[in-house]
């Protein structure tokens, strides 16, 4: 199957989340099963040309905009230690600047930027005689490649056979843009917005929702979410869209790459270590200390270690944290170790609790590809407190280093942790319901009665590492969706 997968954010080139993560490891689970896939970006003034390889080739696509035509350059890469052929579209009044998405706020062109990506990954394939069989988009800043599929290309030769899925990752960001720009800018009548039509929410563009609407088949990153954005708020305000919808919106639950997220290949840890080995976790226990300077002497007293690494958003939980923690670390209870970047008043929360704590909070900010290994590696427990969780990827990889999570139950969280249960040894974390901050209190106390107490901690521990969350699975499911997407195609 020739795969296209259109997308803002790819790992290792551009990362902000898990978008990027699975942007970067699906490709790779499709090409081992057969499939030709080719990936397309923007060339973000972040992204290193030179250390990935990057290069120009002669291409330069004509993109059709509004009522004119636009270009950009195509230079090209590889996904690394893969053939994958990964292009990027360089185009210096878009992309050519530092940031994806743009600081706080945003760039106030994103609606031109993610429109122009959309509709230029139509005439890259042209341009690269690939004929899709299926045009993979992933959330608001691909979705209007839906609309455009059936808007434009419906009738075009090249596509004659090319389904469109779309897949969301986040229903928090719809892509809501000024109607009469984002219609222009699309190529679509501005007759074709009024209330009710799919372009429409509230009076505005909502990418999301013409993505939703317009999509072959729909995608989501979890079961439970599926169900979560169709009948509660979680949806956002879109769940009449993706009621309407029906059997064709399906949950596939994330997967993680083992290549990059096993303990006994993991580059940036101190030492390898497997199920059998996990005594070895304690070193790279004291490693992850030292690395967030920890004193050798304070180092002695061995207490559990809670680990986060997360972007600083309100979906990932950190004011119900705020509200219980102080108890915890002023009673010598756990020492927490967190990873973030994202929006300031929680950096800056998190940052006077150092302050105040030295040795038992540390917090690290900013983008820290080997520090987020080293958490996984040397924490003990690993917590996700989510407000809601579409899927969550770093619970999964704290599983597979036999990090035991502590976990709201909602979303991917819920379809991925299961509560252990001290009477049957069946079970790999510590869940809890209520989005409170007594309710995580309750649960970290729960978790630190049964930290090192035998026979449950080797239990939880190996039945965590027992999980399989392979990515190869996931890939396989996608495929499925594609060729559902084939016969519906519309
Ligand atoms: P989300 O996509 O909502 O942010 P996920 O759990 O799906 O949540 O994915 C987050 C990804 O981003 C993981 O790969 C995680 O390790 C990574 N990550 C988040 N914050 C940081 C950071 N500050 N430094 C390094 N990696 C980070
Ligand atoms: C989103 C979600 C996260 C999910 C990731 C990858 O950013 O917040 O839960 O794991 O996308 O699908």
């Not at 689970?29 to 120009?56: M, R, S």
């Not at 009673?331 to 970047?341: A, H, T």
Request: with cysteine.
């Amino acid at each position: 199957m020739n795969i296209l997968l259109a997308t803002a954010e790819v790992t290792p080139f551009a990362k902000v989340g898990g978008l990027a993560d699975m942007a970067g490891a699906l490709p790779k689970a499709w090409a081992q099963g057969g499939h030709n896939v080719i990936v397309i970006l923007p060339l973000y003034g972040t992204i290193d040309t030179e250390k990935f390889g990057i290069v120009k080739t002669d291409m330069l696509v004509d993109v059709p905009f509004g009522t004119w035509t636009e270009y950009a350059e195509v230079w090209q890469g590889t996904l690394p230690d893969t053939s994958i052929p990964v292009y990027f579209l360089r185009s210096s009044d878009y992309y050519d600047r530092p940031g994806i998405y743009g600081y706080h706020e945003g760039f106030e062109d994103n609606d031109r930027r993610f429109i122009f990506l959309s509709r230029a990954i139509f005439e890259v394939a042209r341009a690269l005689d690939f004929r899709p069989d299926v045009v993979h988009a992933h959330d608001y800043h691909t979705a209007p490649c839906m609309p455009m599929l059936k808007v434009h290309y419906h009738s075009d030769e090249f596509f004659r056979h090319t389904a469109g899925v779309f897949t969301i990752h986040n229903m928090a960001y719809q892509g809501m843009y000024d109607p009469q720009r984002a219609m222009e800018f699309c190529g679509f009548p501005a007759s074709e917005f009024y209330t009710g039509s799919w372009y429409e929410q509230d009076g505005i563009f909502n990418s999301m929702k013409a993505g939703i609407l317009f999509a072959d088949k729909i995608t989501t990153v979890s079961p439970t979410y599926a169900q979560e954005i169709r009948w509660t708020p979680e949806g956002m305000g879109l769940q009449g869209a993706l009621q309407s919808r029906g059997a064709d919106l399906i949950g596939i639950l994330n997967g993680i790459d083992a290549a990059t997220w096993s303990p006994m290949h993991d580059k940036h840890i101190a030492v390898p270590y497997d199920a059998d080995s996990l005594k070895k976790k304690d070193i790279n226990k004291k490693a992850l200390l030292k690395e967030v300077g920890i004193s050798a002497a304070e180092m002695k007293r061995d207490l559990p270690v809670v680990g986060m690494v997360t972007r600083l958003t309100e979906q990932k939980g950190v004011s119900i944290l705020a509200a219980c923690i102080e108890s915890f670390v002023a009673n010598d209870r756990f020492r927490l170790v967190i990873l973030g970047s994202g929006e300031a008043k929680y950096e800056d929360l998190l940052k006077n609790l150092a302050y105040r704590y030295p040795n038992h909070v540390r917090v690290g900010t900013g983008y820290n590809e080997p520090l987020s290994h080293m958490i996984q590696a040397g924490a003990d427990f690993y917590l996700m407190p989510s407000k809601f969780e579409p899927c969550g990827l770093t619970q999964m990889f704290a599983l597979a280093y036999g990090t035991i999570p502590i976990v709201r139950s909602v979303g991917g969280l819920a379809d991925t942790v299961q509560d252990y249960d001290p009477i049957t040894f069946a079970g790999t974390g510590i869940r809890f319901h209520r989005y409170t901050g007594e309710a995580l209190q309750h649960a970290l106390e729960t978790a630190l009665r049964l930290y090192k107490r035998e026979p449950h901690w080797s239990h939880m521990r190996r039945n965590a590492m027992a999980q399989d969350h392979s990515i190869v699975t996931t890939a396989q499911r996608y495929v499925e969706v594609f060729g559902w997407a084939q016969e519906a195609r519309r």
